[in-house]
């Protein structure tokens, strides 16, 4: 299984609502990313998971709460966004990652939010 | 701070011919240069990952190179085909703080026309 798997596809919430992001990855990649890609622009990293720990926060505002609950899964929690946060939501995963850095990404579909 | 640059922006072909994409990078000291491939509204599709210590990279009707002392990779794409249309991304990993991060160009938006 080569496959990095986010939920849900497509995402219309509320400024006021609390919503997940679900990535889920059963390679044995100890590093997980979020990344936020607007239309028409590259991706952006958010957060960097190794070995379910946060490494890196790209001062990204309190309002995305990331989560590793353990190796495979990794959730983003929404809360109070805002319509800018409108953008494609990508995961990844690598073996490692600093430790790791001969090794390529492997993303996900990515979530379509809409903030209204 | 590593910045990196694709052209042209959008490239419109017709089908069958071979073409070449291309990719800048400001700072030399990389460990890798990743090419990857989005559909619209899709998430990221690895194509070839080169190491520094290598020139090219092949798969398929796909070939990239890379000459890390100037800063430059390209995909070459044979025999292009309609399905070969989508945005072509550029990443680099840099050396140093934040080799954990992919520096990424705007991308190469291509059409192939049947």
């Known amino acids: 299984d080569t496959e990095v798997t986010q939920t849900p596809k497509h995402l219309v919430m509320g400024m006021t609502n609390k919503k997940s992001l679900k990535c889920e990855q059963h390679?044995?990649?100890?590093?997980m990313y979020w990344y936020k890609q607007k239309a028409k622009k590259p991706p952006e990293l958010m957060f960097v998971?190794?070995?379910?720990?946060?490494?890196i926060n790209e001062s990204v505002p309190s309002r995305f709460s990331p989560e590793c609950p353990n190796s495979s899964l990794l959730n983003l929690h929404l809360h109070a966004l805002q319509p800018e946060d409108s953008a494609l939501y990508l995961c990844?995963?690598?073996?490692?990652?600093?430790?790791?850095?001969?090794?390529?990404?492997?993303f996900g579909p990515g979530t379509r939010l809409l903030v209204l | 701070k590593q910045e990196v640059t694709q052209i042209p922006a959008a490239l419109s072909v017709p089908e069958g011919e071979n073409l070449v994409l291309n990719c800048s990078f400001t700072?030399?000291?990389?460990?890798?240069l990743q090419w990857f491939r989005q559909d619209p509204g899709k998430g990221l599709t690895s194509l070839l990952l080169?190491?520094?210590?290598?020139r090219e990279q092949t798969s398929g009707r796909l070939n990239a190179s890379l000459d890390k002392s100037s800063g430059r990779s390209t995909l070459y794409i044979a025999a292009s085909q309609p399905g070969d249309s989508a945005t072509y991304l550029c990443?680099?990993?840099?050396?140093?703080?934040?080799?954990?991060?992919?520096?990424f160009g705007k991308g190469t938006k291509l059409s192939v026309i049947p």
């Open positions: 990443a680099v990993r840099t050396r140093g703080a934040g080799s954990y991060q992919l520096t």
């Open positions: 700072d030399s000291a990389i460990y890798n």
């Open positions: 390679m044995g990649h100890r590093a």
């Open positions: 990844a995963s690598s073996p490692s990652s600093q430790q790791g850095a001969w090794e390529t990404q492997y």
């Open positions: 080169i190491q520094s210590s290598q």
């Open positions: 998971y190794s070995y379910e720990k946060l490494s």
